[in-house]
């Protein structure tokens, strides 16, 4: 059974860093993507960042130069370094893995979380993020 299970979020001030982690058990895929999402109160679901099994990254374009994706595979955890944090950065961030791939640059560009993603995909149960200005 796979499991996904974020920590890390917390309450920040404006400008302050936070790294989110993303344990993920049960998962023996060896292709695909994972990735962060994120969810703002009322808001859609957007995507953050995401990679896939061979490293290779993508980001949504206004979050790629504060935002970093990693993963430790012997670790079996994914990580989000988030620096520079602004208030809008404030929601709910979700950890996904897919045996299919996606890309972050579609999904903005699809302008919502793809469906088969929502439903077919593995999510964590979110982590909350609070920047305060």
């Known amino acids: 059974q796979v499991h996904l299970e974020e920590s890390g979020g917390g309450s920040v001030q404006a400008g302050q860093s936070l790294r989110l982690s993303c344990l993920i058990s049960?998962?023996?895929?060896?292709?695909?993507?994972m990735g962060w999402f994120r969810q703002a109160p009322g808001k859609e679901r957007e995507g953050v960042a995401a990679?896939?099994?061979?490293?290779?990254?993508s980001y949504s374009s206004s979050l790629k130069s504060r935002f970093t994706i990693s993963r430790d595979k012997a670790k079996n955890t994914l990580y989000l370094q988030m620096d520079t944090l602004k208030p809008e950065d404030t929601g709910m961030y979700y950890c996904?893995?897919?045996?299919?791939?996606?890309?972050?640059?579609?999904?903005?560009?699809?302008?919502?979380?793809?469906?088969?993603?929502?439903?077919?995909?593995?999510w964590g149960q979110g982590t909350q993020v609070t920047v305060s200005s």
């Open positions: 049960g998962y023996t895929y060896n292709r695909g993507s």
């Open positions: 990679i896939d099994d061979d490293g290779s990254t």
């Open positions: 996904a893995a897919s045996p299919r791939a996606f890309h972050m640059i579609a999904i903005q560009n699809l302008g919502h979380v793809p469906q088969s993603l929502l439903e077919s995909g593995y």
